[in-house]
């Protein structure tokens, strides 16, 4: 798994797909324009999502037929609390997955006018597990 960080990005390159051949949905589209984002993206090189289950990942109590996520099965809220604190905080959040390769799930959210960031100023941080 590969959890990155990355600051100070346009909305567009925060919502940009990492791999041009992944089927990808978004799940949250912030409908603001003009403002720098924060990039969470985690990775994992798992056995995918199939296209068809994308756009209900963030229905509450759904998982998908056939997949355990290690000794236990969940109760498929995770996703759904995700996206309505995304939601809250005026953010984004997608995925995209390829099967037998695995799913990236990235979440961007504004950052605040006073952090006294400069304009253009990204930063990057990647943790490999």
């Known amino acids: 798994m590969t959890i990155s960080v990355e600051a100070g990005q346009t909305a567009e390159a925060a919502a940009a797909a990492e791999r041009a051949d992944a089927p ?3 799940l949250l589209t912030p409908d603001h324009t003009g403002e720098t984002y924060a990039t969470v993206r985690v990775r994992d090189a798992g056995p995918g999502i199939a296209r068809e289950f994308l756009p209900r990942l963030t229905e509450r109590f759904y998982r998908v037929e056939g997949q ?3 000794e236990r099965s969940g109760t ?3 996703l759904a609390i995700v ?3 995304v939601n ?4 984004g959040l ?3 997955s390829v ?3 695995g799913t990236t ?4 959210l504004p950052e605040p006018v006073h952090a006294g960031v400069e304009a253009g100023l990204r930063r990057k941080t990647v943790i490999e597990m």
């Open 24 to 26: 990808r949905v978004s």
């Open 68 to 70: 355990k996520s290690g």
């Open 99 to 101: 099967r037998g390769e």
């Open 88 to 91: 809250r905080h005026r953010g």
């Open 83 to 85: 996206k309505h604190i």
């Open 94 to 96: 997608q995925v995209e």
């Open 76 to 78: 498929g809220l995770g």
């Open 105 to 108: 799930f990235s979440v961007y």
